[in-house]
């Protein structure tokens, strides 16, 4: 690719030719060398500064122009020589941009927003809808449940009226998200941007193959990112255990990886199967990601059904998944990564065991449901709700039909049903020109 960019050499060559110099005379006239003017023309070295000056006052050219040149050919050279060039150059852009210092500051870093992860059923695009509607629909500005929080994005809009905000979701990689995002002890950004500085300037080829390489590398992740990623989580795991991280600064530094690997994964969006292509290459990157300052938020990491037993609030946001897909199967590589046990996997997709299925995903989904809404302790209940089950591929056909529903939440409370169109995330095999989102509003009888 650079051998098409246009460097000094190709430059100076040009001048020459134009002006109808042969390359003795100018070597003569300057005090360069033949041979050295050769090598510079054909690229294979640089001019030093000097030279430079002394061929523009030669040539009468503007020496600036031919300085810009030999800076950013010295640039390039450096980018593509070194493992880590393009990386470092980017660091050096931002540092340039920031100021050395500041850079160095929490504040004034690029970080993850909350809303820039992929997770398949993630409200981000109805959050809006969904708020508007509970806001007219509701009373009371105490509790707001949401108790299958996926990504939080609902969650994380509750907390611009509510008190406190119960999240709980059964996987652990939202969970640690929740106490990253969330939590209220005490962290120190320095420490934690110092060390996303170390990540980012890690040489791969002197990190040695691990577990996360050896069983990711070149199939979800690309070889030499894949060797970083599993470094950094070990890295992580033994400063934690080093009482180098509080319980915090080691949620952080997890959600933070996670954040940064989800852009990096050869996936459409979970970890089912990778696309089996060449991966390209593409710097790691690590950034942190930007916390709440939110104070009132509970974090659960339990099987909905039995939390719902156990807590009380206003209302509760319900969300849970519809159709047979696990959401712990789907991501899998990051359930591995934060519990780091290093499992044995299995299959092409290299799953581990099974574990956290959700009933949901079941024959017995509508009567969890049912147990669910009958068993929260709230004066109201939001749930979410879309038509998938029109569709022809059984994976993502749901386990609750409308009707099963409404009639469930009739039987509960006064039920308000709305809808909206959206597209949404399909694998292709479903067509769903009348996809719906609903949200149905119900305001429990009293018992
Ligand atoms: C449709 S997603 C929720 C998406 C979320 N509203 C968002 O905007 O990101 C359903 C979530 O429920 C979780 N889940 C499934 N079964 C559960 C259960 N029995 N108890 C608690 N959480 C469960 C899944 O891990 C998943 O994150």
Redesign the pocket.
Same mark, same amino acid.
């Given at each position: 690719m650079l051998d098409t960019i246009i460097s000094i050499g190709d430059t100076l060559k040009e001048i020459r030719e134009t002006k109808g110099f042969h390359l003795q005379e100018v070597a003569d006239k300057t005090s360069i060398n033949y041979t050295s003017l050769s090598r510079i023309e054909t690229g294979k070295r640089l001019p030093t500064k000097i030279q430079v000056q002394s061929l523009a006052e030669f040539y009468s050219y503007s020496e600036n122009d031919l300085i810009r040149q030999l800076i950013s050919d010295k640039i390039i050279y450096e980018v593509q020589n070194e493992d880590l060039g393009l990386e470092g150059f980017h660091l050096a852009e931002q540092k340039l941009k920031y100021g050395l210092n500041l850079f160095n500051d929490y504040k004034n870093q690029e970080k993850f927003q909350l809303q820039s992860r992929r997770?398949?059923? +993630?409200?981000?695009k109805l959050?809006d809808w969904i708020m508007e509607i509970i806001e007219s629909e509701t009373e009371g500005n105490g509790t707001f449940i @949401?108790?299958?929080?996926?990504?939080?994005?609902?969650a994380k809009s509750a907390m611009e009226k509510y008190k406190t905000i119960i999240l +709980? @979701?059964?996987?652990y990689s939202?969970n640690i998200t929740y106490q990253a995002f969330y939590g209220t002890l005490k962290w120190n950004s320095s420490k934690l941007v110092e060390l996303a500085n170390e990540y980012n300037t890690l040489n791969p080829k002197s990190i040695r193959e691990n577990y996360f390489s050896k069983n990711f590398g070149g199939k979800f992740y690309e070889k030499e990112i894949s060797k970083q990623i599993g470094f950094i989580r070990q890295d992580i795991e033994k400063k934690k255990q080093n009482n180098e991280l509080n319980s915090r600064e080691y949620a952080i530094l997890l959600t933070s990886l996670i954040y940064t690997i989800d852009r990096l994964a050869n996936t459409v969006g979970h970890f089912d199967a990778y696309i089996k292509k060449p991966i390209t290459k593409r710097p790691l990157n690590f950034r942190l990601i930007e916390t709440s300052d939110f104070k009132g938020a509970k974090i659960y990491q339990? @099987?909905? +059904?039995e939390?719902a037993r156990n807590i009380k609030g206003d209302i509760a946001?319900i @969300? #849970? #998944?519809y159709n047979s897909r696990q959401?712990?199967r789907f991501y899998h590589i990051y359930e591995n990564l934060v519990q780091w046990k290093k499992p044995k996997l299995y299959g092409v997709a290299l799953k581990p065991e099974p574990e +956290?299925m959700?009933?949901?995903?079941t024959v017995e989904a509508k009567d969890?449901f049912k147990d669910l809404v009958e068993n929260l302790d709230v004066k109201y209940l939001a749930v979410?709700y879309n038509n998938t089950y029109k569709s022809k591929s059984k994976s993502s056909a749901n386990k609750i039909k409308y009707e099963e529903i409404v009639e469930i939440l009739q039987n509960i409370g006064e039920t308000k049903i709305f809808e909206q169109s959206h597209t949404f995330f399909n694998t292709g095999k479903t067509e769903f020109n009348d996809h719906k989102e609903f949200l149905f509003l119900t305001k429990k009888y009293d018992k």
């Amino acid at each position: 690719m650079l051998d098409t960019i246009i460097s000094i050499g190709d430059t100076l060559k040009e001048i020459r030719e134009t002006k109808g110099f042969h390359l003795q005379e100018v070597a003569d006239k300057t005090s360069i060398n033949y041979t050295s003017l050769s090598r510079i023309e054909t690229g294979k070295r640089l001019p030093t500064k000097i030279q430079v000056q002394s061929l523009a006052e030669f040539y009468s050219y503007s020496e600036n122009d031919l300085i810009r040149q030999l800076i950013s050919d010295k640039i390039i050279y450096e980018v593509q020589n070194e493992d880590l060039g393009l990386e470092g150059f980017h660091l050096a852009e931002q540092k340039l941009k920031y100021g050395l210092n500041l850079f160095n500051d929490y504040k004034n870093q690029e970080k993850f927003q909350l809303q820039s992860r992929r997770y398949i059923g +993630n409200k981000a695009k109805l959050t809006d809808w969904i708020m508007e509607i509970i806001e007219s629909e509701t009373e009371g500005n105490g509790t707001f449940i @949401d108790i299958f929080s996926g990504t939080s994005i609902v969650a994380k809009s509750a907390m611009e009226k509510y008190k406190t905000i119960i999240l +709980n @979701d059964i996987l652990y990689s939202n969970n640690i998200t929740y106490q990253a995002f969330y939590g209220t002890l005490k962290w120190n950004s320095s420490k934690l941007v110092e060390l996303a500085n170390e990540y980012n300037t890690l040489n791969p080829k002197s990190i040695r193959e691990n577990y996360f390489s050896k069983n990711f590398g070149g199939k979800f992740y690309e070889k030499e990112i894949s060797k970083q990623i599993g470094f950094i989580r070990q890295d992580i795991e033994k400063k934690k255990q080093n009482n180098e991280l509080n319980s915090r600064e080691y949620a952080i530094l997890l959600t933070s990886l996670i954040y940064t690997i989800d852009r990096l994964a050869n996936t459409v969006g979970h970890f089912d199967a990778y696309i089996k292509k060449p991966i390209t290459k593409r710097p790691l990157n690590f950034r942190l990601i930007e916390t709440s300052d939110f104070k009132g938020a509970k974090i659960y990491q339990e @099987d909905a +059904n039995e939390l719902a037993r156990n807590i009380k609030g206003d209302i509760a946001y319900i @969300d #849970p #998944p519809y159709n047979s897909r696990q959401y712990s199967r789907f991501y899998h590589i990051y359930e591995n990564l934060v519990q780091w046990k290093k499992p044995k996997l299995y299959g092409v997709a290299l799953k581990p065991e099974p574990e +956290n299925m959700s009933k949901y995903c079941t024959v017995e989904a509508k009567d969890t449901f049912k147990d669910l809404v009958e068993n929260l302790d709230v004066k109201y209940l939001a749930v979410s709700y879309n038509n998938t089950y029109k569709s022809k591929s059984k994976s993502s056909a749901n386990k609750i039909k409308y009707e099963e529903i409404v009639e469930i939440l009739q039987n509960i409370g006064e039920t308000k049903i709305f809808e909206q169109s959206h597209t949404f995330f399909n694998t292709g095999k479903t067509e769903f020109n009348d996809h719906k989102e609903f949200l149905f509003l119900t305001k429990k009888y009293d018992k």
